[in-house]
């Protein structure tokens, strides 16, 4: 793995990650009232695209970053659904 891919990895991960901070503020509020659901019903279908298109391509960087905001996603939609609605 090159230099510029295990980079590519390394801060796509941790920029994935950030998004967890999202979701922890929804659940420790339990409040989700001001989150737009439409654009994580968009997003949710995207990212798992660009699994499947990291997967394809067999890039590791792509997947898991993709495979990480898909959890977010998910976990945000899922505290939409318990405290936003």
């Known amino acids: 793995m090159s230099i510029l891919a295990t980079l590519a990895t390394v801060v796509g ?16 509020r339990k409040s989700a009232k ?3 659901i439409l654009l994580y019903i ?5 990212a798992l695209v660009w699994v499947l298109y990291g997967s394809e391509i067999n890039s590791i960087a792509v997947i898991l970053t993709n495979a990480i905001w898909l959890v977010v996603f998910i976990f945000i939609t899922l505290g939409w659904y318990l405290y936003g609605r």
């Open 42 to 46: 968009f997003l949710i279908p995207s």
């Open 34 to 36: 001001d989150i737009s």
């Open 13 to 28: 991960a941790i920029g994935s990650i950030s998004g967890f901070a999202q979701v922890y503020k929804i659940f420790k």
